[in-house]
């Protein structure tokens, strides 16, 4: 029996980082598969994390997307069995994919527009006490 291979959470992390990006320029999987020169399938495998995005393809992606190749690697999960330099932090992957998603970046580009800090704080204020709301 064939073993099913699981995403490495690197790669998934990347795929997710390419996939905020996208969304956030407003561009569509066919749009960047035809600036590679690849198919909008192998986009959504290198999102899903299921095929691992190369070096030289990392780059092309990062140029056409108009980003530093670190910014797919931001908030990555560290490598198992290295040892760290600094202590655990928590991690940031859960911000990460909600970023990725159409509500998450509608969210983060709406509230940015919000000039009033009082206002940005308010909102703030109160999706915490809905968040807390739901616990009870």
């Known amino acids: 029996m064939m073993a ?4 490495n959470p690197t790669d998934k992390h990347v795929g997710a980082r390419i996939r905020m990006r996208r ?3 407003g561009m569509s999987q066919t749009t960047l598969a035809q600036g590679l020169g690849l198919t909008f399938q192998q986009i959504q495998k290198y999102e899903k994390g299921v095929n691992r995005v190369g070096a030289s393809r990392l780059q092309q992606i ?3 997307l108009r ?12 490598v198992q069995g ?5 202590p655990d932090t928590p991690s940031l ?5 909600f970023l990725a998603t159409s509500d ?3 969210l983060i580009a709406g509230f940015v527009k919000i000039r009033s800090a009082k206002l940005r704080r308010s909102i703030v204020e109160l999706v915490s006490y809905l968040a807390q709301s739901q616990d009870k």
């Open 4 to 7: 099913i291979k699981t995403p």
């Open 23 to 25: 969304l956030m320029l």
């Open 62 to 64: 990062a140029h056409i």
């Open 67 to 78: 980003v530093p190749v670190e910014f797919f690697f931001e908030g990555a999960p560290g």
């Open 82 to 86: 290295a040892k760290a330099d600094v």
């Open 93 to 97: 992957t859960h911000v990460s994919e």
């Open 104 to 106: 998450g970046l509608t």
